[in-house]
């Protein structure tokens, strides 16, 4: 696993997420609990939790980057 980890995300700052070659980019909104938070996609401008991105695994192009 390369990029940072969730433990060093912030409120309001915006990140690339690549996980079974999709690619999401998107502003971290609110913190809920344990790991998961809650992001406003920059693309598509929807709302999703983190754990929606991670419910099948973890792939082996996972990467989180501040942007």
Do not use: A
Not at 55 to 64: L, P, Q
């Amino acid at each position: 696993m390369k990029g940072i980890s969730t433990d060093v995300i912030r409120l309001g700052k915006k990140y690339r997420l690549q996980n079974f070659g999709d690619v999401y980019e998107f502003e971290v909104v609110q913190f809920l609990h344990g790991e998961n938070f809650k992001f406003k996609d920059l693309s598509t401008l929807e709302f999703y939790e983190y754990k929606d991105l991670v419910e099948f695994g973890k792939g082996k192009d996972f990467e989180i980057i501040e942007i």
